[in-house]
């Protein structure tokens, strides 16, 4: 059974910088697209930042230029650097393939920005 495990996640004040990672058990995301999800308090789920087998990346509007997406398929591993985080960035993260697979989501890593 595959696995996904965010971390990095954590309380930081407006205009910080948080790196999340993604760790998987296997290598779902090694020859597919894979993403970064989020989801605030009362909201649906978004894509973040998605990233493709050959490097290719993509940003949501309200991160592009803050965000950056990347991926290490020897390990297995995805990671999103997040700077300037702004309070309307706090949620809970999450990785997955793109698009997302139901049985990848992991529990997510807690994202609060706050003075």
């Known amino acids: 059974q595959v696995q996904t495990v965010e971390s990095g996640g954590g309380l930081v004040q407006p205009g910080g910088s948080l790196r999340l990672s993604c760790a998987t058990s296997?290598?779902?995301?090694?020859?597919?697209?894979m993403g970064w999800y989020r989801q605030a308090p009362g909201k649906e789920r978004e894509l973040v930042a998605r990233?493709?087998?050959?490097?290719?990346?993509n940003y949501a509007d309200s991160v592009k230029g803050r965000f950056t997406i990347s991926r290490d398929n020897a390990k297995n591993t995805g990671y999103l650097q997040m700077n300037s985080l702004k309070s309307e960035d706090t949620a809970v993260y999450y990785c997955?393939?793109?698009?997302?697979?139901?049985?990848?989501w992991g529990q997510g890593t807690q994202v609060t920005v706050s003075s």
């Open positions: 990233i493709d087998s050959g490097g290719m990346t």
């Open positions: 296997g290598r779902i995301f090694s020859i597919n697209a």
């Open positions: 997955n393939r793109f698009p997302p697979i139901r049985a990848f």
